[in-house]
């Protein structure tokens, strides 16, 4: 009796799940192996892959059953060729690597004879297979093409969006658990509220781990503004697939990770220095930071200038330097109470402003749903005939949803007298709570303060590049004679007057 073993696939999920297609192979070959007197000694059951390519696991699987029992395998069955290869190259070199080990195929559903009427047969069967499988392809690709052309996403949903039928038709929309997220994370990049590692960070707390490159990658992703980039076109995207944010904001957040705004590949973050990276000698270069060994192998940590020569500084002393500075960082009571009102002000207007705009758009929503209602019933009275009854019935659903997504979610109820005390605590304290803060909140507070970095000399200390706003004020407005106005007119005395008032606020150093 030979020895026989059998290979069967299904090549999607929902098979495989349903059972029925492999089990009714499986009942073939059994039964094709008990009436040919074989010994089906295995049966290897491939499911959910498809046929376009010969690495297949159970398919390699069987490869190497057969090549470890060299003689001992006479046969291997299959329910069709196709089920092998649907590629005539691969089953050629499938067929050719069988027949090096003496290992004959048989197919359930063609005949395969070793002669040469036999063998264009089953050329030709091979050849169906592939024809069949490209033309399945070439009509998947236009019905792909169709469905971007009328603004649906038809591959795997973005982070941020989820899958769904719409009008019996596949495409995504904002998904209510991460669509939130990611808009966030686009709003902490373009407002400069938050570097990219802490973004990356808080996307980790709420359940999106990504690599840098990855993260990199999505906040690039033009789907994210509704753009969908695909067979060498951008088409816009039709709700219910809508963006999660908008284009300005899209370009900050890049505009956010630009290597210009980012430290050098070679300022490692380390908790030991902290300021390297935002630190720059007078000469415009950053320091770099690194541990020295002394006599009897002490270390000793050192911030240093890789370009001027001598300019070494023991991390001790520089950074008792930089706390002195926050230190600085004080505000005057009338500054704060200005502060205050002002943030209650504008509190005020965005409220209303906000719930101008949300009811206006909760009335339009209303105007278009009761067209919807008065075409329904000049349809069912045969006044407006079905095919225009529809289209008017779906453009306006469409007007809806977009309407629906472009109300804004309910604000956080914020205390303007709270926020203001928490900034006097924060600046009036910086330099003493500064050891407390993580290494993230440290370099996420520097990237804040400094963008452009903050010079270092020890003979001046820490310093922004060029004089705050306050000082320039104050220089113009110094002396008897400002050049900025003519204190005869009323006008200018308003002004002064004004820049006088810029100038107290300008105490608080928080322009510096």
Known sequence: MEAAVAYIRVSSQRQVDEGSSLDSQTKQVE???????????????????????????RLQEMLTY???????????????????ARNVADYTNLKLQLSRLGIRLESLGERIEDSPVGRFTETILASVAQFDNEIRAE??????????SQGRWVWKAPTGFQTLRYEGKGTIEPDPKFGPVIQNAFN???????????????????????????????????????????????????????????????LQAQAALRPSNLPQHYQMESGDFPLRGSMLCDCGHRFTAS????????????????????????????????????????????????????????????????????????????ELQDLQDVIAIKNASGVIPDDLAQRQIKRFANDIVTLAAD????????????????????FNDLGSVWNGFTLKTKKDLLHFMFPKGILFSPDRGFRTH????????????????????????????NLLEWLDGIREIGDCNTSQ
């Not at 192996?33 to 010969?54: C, I, V």
């Not at 009509?139 to 971007?148: F, H, L, N, T, Y």
């Open 291 to 366: 541990w020295s060994k002394g006599k009897k192998a002490k270390r000793y940590a050192y911030y240093r200038c890789a370009r001027c020569i001598g300019q070494n500084y023991t991390r001790k002393n520089v950074e008792a330097y930089f706390k002195d500075y926050l230190r600085t960082y004080k505000g005057v009571p009338s500054a704060w109470q200005r502060l205050e009102a002002k943030l209650i002000e504008m509190e005020g207007e965005f409220k209303s402003q906000t719930g101008t705009f949300k009811q206006d758009r909760l009335n339009r929503i209303k």
């Open 407 to 426: 109300i804004p979610a309910d604000q956080i109820q914020t205390d303007a007298k709270e926020l203001v005390d928490f900034g006097k605590r924060f």
């Open 66 to 84: 057969c090549r470890d029992r060299k003689n001992n395998v006479s046969v291997v069955i299959v329910p069709k060729i196709d089920r092998l």
């Open 139 to 148: 009509r998947s690709k236009g019905g792909m093409i169709e469905a971007v």
């Open 31 to 57: 039964h094709f192996a008990l009436t040919h007197g074989y010994e089906l000694r295995n049966l290897f059951r491939e499911e959910g892959q498809s046929a376009k390519t010969d690495q297949r696991p």
């Open 188 to 250: 902490l990049l373009a407002k400069g509220h938050q570097s990219g590692p802490a973004v990356r960070e808080y996307l980790k707390r709420e359940g999106v781990c990504r690599s840098q490159s990855s993260f990199y990658r999505m906040i690039a992703n033009e789907v994210y503004i509704g753009k969908i980039h695909a067979f060498g076109k951008v088409f816009d995207a039709k709700p219910p697939f809508v963006p999660l944010v908008d284009e300005l904001t899209f």
């Open 466 to 493: 060029e004089n705050s706003l306050s000082e320039q004020f104050r220089r113009a407005i110094s002396g008897d004679i400002s050049r900025l106005v003519d204190p005869r007119f009323e006008f200018s005395q």
